[in-house]
């Protein structure tokens, strides 16, 4: 392939340099909920054979195996059919959305893993995406080596897992779901094959929110004895949202720094690449801290770092792709020097790139791909729907129970259809930071460490406002704070959990 063929059609094919890059999103994303999350990642980490295309099919003969044992008044099982089936519509469902009024599925809340072999698919037809796999990309990018990446998955295995430690309906139910389970393979953890790039020496100079994101899964393994099977699961579904989110928006933000730097080197003969690989990396990949802002409007954040995200890499290719034509050579950008080489070769290619055209060639690229750079459709309309469904509070169809989300970091900023999603923690995920941000020190802190903790997923809110803030009512509502005239911000953060 050459930069001709990628202007005909740019986003059917990446540069293989910038599709193996560290700032790769490598799997686009698409729709998600915090449950889809869960449930993908259920069958990543433990149902290897199950694909995501598989769970609808397996869900309705799941369905309909239930209704069969029911008008037999048999089955498989310890319970009477009509009793399961009450478990099911009741007890573990999980609510539908409006836009999901009219069709039929299996709609499971993933308390359970085997819930996950019926339920939680992205979509409910065609090929979905798999989260879970963005997750395991996610651990291998964040931890500190290869072999801390594969015991970090371990450990989330076996907390995913149903064992001895867990409470007694949690192991009832699992043990249910099994006597009817047909055609799966058991359950085990799946391999975690080396990343092959982004070593340690960079993921030690900088943060980013990949870092946070395995630590807080290590923090919220370590609380799963204190409370419920149910509890815990909520708590993981907080920081699987959020971690999932946060990464792919630092990896848009990353792509249009690099794009930046680069385009400047084309531009401008005064421009330079920062002197040392520290800079570099902290000027290329250090989180920004304010990439979503307490009680503000998300959407058109969200949508502002998914329009950056796809000009860059509009931009990255074309240089990609004319240096090629042109035979420099450059390395792989899977390091802070690898993508040092990238930038040096456009340095040292200025001017054979401006007789090229490439900046012309990208900004005809740019109006053509207008709509799609808009997030009106394509790749950008994916991204937005899974930033915005993830994060989102749930619009459940029955309104009586628009409560059943406690996990999330959006929610509407009034009754109306058209009414904002602004940045806003449920209760879940307050007590899902607060516990995180904690649960490597003993007894309280400032709320100045959660306001840090939050920043390390690109969040920023206002420390002066907190005691009359949305956040503030609900520390003091959940018991999380001790208020103290003698601490600097007024209020001291407690542990949530004896651990």
Not at 33 to 54: D, Q
Not at 108 to 129: C, E, K
Not at 205 to 226: H, M, N, R
Not at 290 to 303: K, N, T
Request: proline fraction near 5%; glycine fraction near 8%; aromatic fraction near 8%.
């Amino acid at each position: 392939m050459n930069i001709g063929k990628f202007l005909e059609s740019p986003w059917d094919t990446q540069h293989p340099l910038f599709r193996d890059a560290i700032f790769s999103i490598h799997r686009a994303p698409e729709f998600s909920t915090g449950e889809v999350v869960l449930s993908s990642l259920y069958r990543a980490s433990g149902f290897e054979g199950v694909s995501e295309g598989k769970v609808k099919k397996q869900g309705d003969a799941f369905s309909k195996a239930a209704d069969k044992a029911k008008k037999k008044e048999g089955g498989k099982g310890e319970i009477q059919p009509d009793t399961w089936r009450t478990v099911l519509d009741r007890l573990v469902q999980s609510p539908k959305v409006a836009q999901q009024s009219s069709k039929r599925f299996m709609s499971l809340s993933p308390v359970v893993p085997d819930a996950a072999l019926y339920s939680g698919a992205a979509r409910l037809t065609g090929n979905p995406w798999n989260p879970g796999q963005l997750v395991k990309r996610i651990i291998q990018l964040g931890a500190i080596s290869d072999a801390d990446a594969s015991r970090v998955w371990v450990s989330l295995h076996d907390a995913l897992g149903i064992g001895a430690n867990d409470d007694v309906w949690a192991r009832w139910l699992q043990g249910e779901f099994e006597l009817r389970r047909q055609g799966v393979d058991d359950w085990k953890p799946t391999y975690l094959a080396p990343l092959g790039l982004f070593p340690s020496q960079d993921r030690a100079s900088i943060e980013y929110p990949a870092k946070q994101f395995v630590a807080d899964l290590e923090g919220i393994i370590a609380a799963k004895p204190s409370m419920t099977r149910r509890q815990w699961v909520s708590l993981l579904e907080a920081v699987l949202r959020i971690g999932t989110v946060s990464h792919v928006l630092w990896i848009c933000d990353v792509n249009d720094r690099v794009w930046r730097v680069a385009r400047s080197l084309v531009e401008s003969d005064i421009a330079s690449i920062p002197a040392t690989d520290a800079e570099l990396a902290k000027h290329l990949l250090a989180v920004d801290s304010r990439m979503l802002s307490f009680g503000h409007p998300a959407i058109p954040i969200l949508r502002d770092y998914a329009s950056k995200y796809l000009s860059a890499r509009l931009g990255l290719n074309c240089m990609l792709w004319a240096l090629d034509g042109m035979g420099a050579k450059v390395a792989r950008m899977d390091s802070v020097a690898g993508t040092r080489s990238f930038l040096a070769a456009i340095e040292a290619n200025k001017d054979k790139l401006r007789a090229a055209g490439v900046l012309d060639s990208y900004h005809q690229l740019q109006d053509r791909e207008v709509r799609t750079i808009a997030c009106k459709k394509g790749i950008g309309s994916n991204l937005m729907e899974f930033a915005q469904y993830t994060l989102g509070q749930r619009q459940t169809m029955d309104e009586t129970l628009r409560g059943y989300d406690q996990g999330y970091f959006l929610r509407k900023r009034g009754e109306a259809r058209n009414s904002p999603w602004v940045l806003a923690l449920g209760p879940a995920s307050v007590l899902a930071m607060a516990h995180c941000c904690l649960h490597e020190v003993k007894g309280p802190r400032s709320v100045q460490r959660l306001a840090k903790h939050l920043s390390s997923y690109g969040i920023e809110f206002d420390l002066h406002g907190l005691n009359d803030s949305d956040l503030g009512r609900q520390l003091r509502m959940l018991g999380l704070v001790l208020d103290s005239p003698d601490a600097e911000s007024g209020m001291l953060l407690v542990p949530p959990f004896a651990i």
